[in-house]
């Protein structure tokens, strides 16, 4: 008979491993039938149109609270090229019509849901800030943002007004702005989900995933995680803290004040996931849209589970795209030319279902999904408390079965970038893959190249041996391919291609066919499994002296 | 001038050294610092942007390159000794191709060798050094040329890697003090 601290055990591990979730938001039972659109202008400047983004933006996080009421339709222009196709997705997949309003037209949309507002908050069009924090209250109040141009038509719809931030921040730093903000709205704000509202700085802001900030109740900033800005630093470590376990940073850094390898890193020293963008659009309607009846992920396997594969003496390319999908170039021409590889972000699983359907049902017999990055959501394993590693990865292979993947990509900037430093691994964080991992085809890792390699029973961990720049002419990606091949004489040659966002399929394939040396490109399941048969690739892990910068 | 003069050992040492004396007091053309002109140059691998600054001392120049993307700088220094002395130099890191999975060996040097094909218009190096990849170390050997423009505002280095039949072309233009 098992006694009974032996029945304990399992059932205290999955308490813990469940009560890291962050609350999901809610699915709807029934799609509605119909959805208001507002297009939006390419304007984002604060002298431009951002004044009327950012109501709607407020406004949508308000009407969609409880339903998915209220879709924006983002510029061709916008980062997140997918807002159109989701849009036709959730059209004839669901059967959702929309209602669309003229460009910008926040006073037919403010007619629309006002029963869900109780008031306006005013921000300060000399204080960029402001407007951050004007987010924060608007969640908190239920509220929409406005400037001094918008308030009179907030008070033609008997809008009340809740908060008033001009003048208050005239003169002040941002750490004395957020620091009012904290002292006023913070223990009001959700501990699940905190938003980092940077992307570009200055005159123009990109607050894409505002809305889903405002139905949260979560709190925004922009706080740098430069040690140059001790105040800003000190502060974001104090919020960071006192999030709750596991839970979701959304947004991403400012660009005019740190850097995405400073801010991840700090992220990740507390155990947390970001979630970027900072313009990821729509999520506060998307998060409530139910998969479709019958629908389950489905990866394209090229090889079963348990196949062996043997290598020959050639050269074995295999291509990945990371990035996110949906500013990458799915959308593309070209794409199913060649296998080519994708990473998934696995929280949408729950968190922008309708985008994660509309990928897997779009995708060619080439393309194949692998897990990311680093574990359940963006973060970096050296800089992840050993402790914390379990209950975070747990999530991850609990995601990765969801979404039927069996690669994990991990990518590490907590000591460096593409340019300097390193983006190596331990061997004691392979160590932690490994163990938390024992059902994967194998590991990819880097963003631009690293050498961390290893091969253990017949998981391989494959480092990136090229980046594809975006702006690289075809000729001299060519020329540095050959140049690697004639680097690793040994064949078979494992070369691991990372493809920059932009890039489109049609163009890799463009330059893998100009490679002096024949190559079988092939999918990334295939690929691990042939570096798995014949490991001419030493085995390496970070080393003492490996450079290390902290991305300033 | 006398025949007889002409014929004394002291004209025939001064007319020997005079040039290298005055060579070595006129600071070389090429000292001085040159930006990276994008446009007509093969694409910088990872960075943003470079200048090279040539520094003398005596006949010796030196050649630091500094690297940058956005925050991220790097620098690194070469004596070059157009006398012919191989110079063995400490390489910390490689900076010539961020794209690919090559660095620099465990010994950490590379061996260069200077030489002026014209005088204060084409200066050449040799470099030999060993780079490790995925598979092990590779020995490689890389010529470079830098050549003056006749007007002495632009600077053409053109980089030939034994690992690589497509050469490097980079064209600079002297920053104005």
């Known amino acids: 008979m098992p006694r009974p601290l032996s029945l304990l055990g399992p059932l205290l591990l999955a308490f813990a491993a469940s009560a890291l979730a962050q609350p999901v938001p809610r699915k709807v039972t029934e799609v ?57 997705f959730l ?128 709190f925004f900033t922009d706080l740098s995680a430069n040690s140059a800005n001790p105040r800003q630093l000190a502060l974001e470590r104090r919020i960071l803290s006192q999030q709750h376990p596991a839970s979701i940073v959304l947004g991403w850094h400012s660009y005019g004040k740190d850097t995405e390898g400073a801010h991840t890193t ?33 990866n394209t396997r090229h090889v079963r589970p348990g196949e062996h594969l043997q290598a020959q003496a050639k050269v074995y ?66 800089a992840i408390p050993a402790a914390k590693f379990p209950a975070l990865m747990a999530d991850a292979r609990s995601l990765m079965q969801q979404l039927d993947l069996h690669v994990l990509e991990i990518m590490d900037y907590s000591e460096g970038n593409r340019q300097i430093g390193n983006t190596d691994l331990t061997e004691a964080v392979v160590d932690r893959y490994y163990h938390e991992f024992p059902d994967v085809i194998g590991f990819v890792n880097g963003y631009g190249s690293a050498r961390t390699f290893a091969l253990r029973d017949t998981r391989p961990l494959i480092s990136y041996d090229y980046y594809l720049d975006v702006h690289r002419p075809v000729d001299d ?42 190559v079988d490109v092939v999918p990334l399941d295939v690929f691990l499994k042939l570096a798995a048969s014949d490991q001419t690739y030493r085995t390496q892990y970070e080393r003492p002296d490996a450079p290390i910068d902290h991305n300033p | 001038m006398s025949p007889l003069l002409r014929r004394s050992p002291w004209f025939l040492f001064l007319a020997t050294l005079l040039p290298a004396i005055l060579a070595a007091a006129a600071p070389s053309p090429f000292v001085g610092t040159w930006r990276y002109l994008p446009d007509g140059s093969t694409q910088l691998s990872g960075w943003d942007a470079l200048d090279l600054v040539f520094a003398q001392q005596g006949a010796t120049l030196t050649l630091t390159r500094d690297f940058s993307a956005g925050r991220r700088k790097f620098e690194d220094v070469t004596p070059l000794d157009p006398e012919g002395t191989v110079a063995n130099v400490r390489v ?30 084409i200066l050449r190096t040799t470099t030999d050094l060993v780079l490790e990849t995925q598979q092990g170390l590779h020995p490689v050997n890389i010529l470079t040329d830098y050549r003056l423009s006749p007007r002495g505002d632009r600077l053409t280095v053109i980089e030939l890697r034994s690992t690589r039949d497509r050469p490097t072309v980079y064209l600079f233009e002297r920053v104005r003090p």
């Not at chain 1, 141009?149 to 941002?174: I, M, N, T, V, Y």
């Not at chain 1, 078979?492 to 399929?505: G, Q, S």
């Open chain 1, 32 to 88: 509605p039938a119909t959805a208001t659109l507002v297009p939006l202008s390419a304007n984002w400047r604060i002298d431009g149109d951002l004044d009327r983004h950012a109501l709607l933006i407020s406004l949508q996080g308000l009407a969609n609270r409880d339903q998915p009421r209220l879709y924006l339709e983002y510029p061709k222009n916008w980062q997140w090229e997918i807002v159109r196709p989701l849009e036709g």
């Open chain 1, 91 to 218: 059209q004839q997949r669901h059967g959702i019509h929309f209602d669309r309003l003229a460009t910008d037209d926040v006073d037919d949309a403010l007619s629309r849901f006002r029963p869900q507002l109780k008031g306006y908050v005013v921000w300060d069009r000399n204080v960029r800030s402001s407007l951050i924090v004007a987010f924060t209250a608007a969640g908190v109040l239920d509220a929409v943002v406005v400037d001094d141009r918008l308030e009179a038509l907030a008070q033609k719809h008997g809008l009340r007004k809740l908060e008033d931030l001009r003048g208050r921040f005239r003169g002040k730093s941002d750490a004395e702005i957020y620091q009012w903000a904290y002292d006023h709205y913070w223990s009001r704000c959700s501990r699940d989900y905190y938003v980092l509202l940077g992307g570009p700085a200055g005159e123009e802001m990109q607050p894409g995933i505002a809305d889903f900030g405002v139905r949260q109740h979560a």
């Open chain 1, 266 to 298: 700090l992220v990740s020293s507390y155990g947390l996931k970001m979630e970027g963008l900072h313009n990821l659009p729509n999520v506060s309607f998307t998060c409530q849209i139910p998969f479709t009846p019958g629908f389950h992920f489905t």
């Open chain 1, 317 to 382: 390319v295999a291509a990945i795209s990371t990035d996110s999908m949906g500013i990458g170039s799915w959308t593309k021409p070209g794409r199913g030319r060649i296998p080519y590889a994708w990473q998934v972000m696995m929280n949408w699983a729950w968190m922008n279902p309708p985008a994660l359907q509309y990928f897997y049902e779009s995708r060619t017999p080439n393309d194949y999904f692998i897990g990311g990055l680093s574990g359940p959501g963006y973060m970096y394993p050296k």
């Open chain 1, 477 to 518: 990606a060519v020329a540095d391919l050959d140049e690697l091949m004639t680097l690793n004489p040994r064949r078979p040659y494992f070369l691991l291609m990372h493809v920059r966002e932009a890039n489109t399929v049609g163009r890799v394939a463009t330059i893998l066919d100009h490679l002096d040396e024949p």
């Open chain 2, 92 to 121: 910390d890191w490689w900076p010539d191709n961020r794209h690919i999975g090559a660095y620099i060996g465990p010994d950490h040097q590379k061996q260069v060798r200077a030489r002026w094909i014209e005088p204060d218009r």
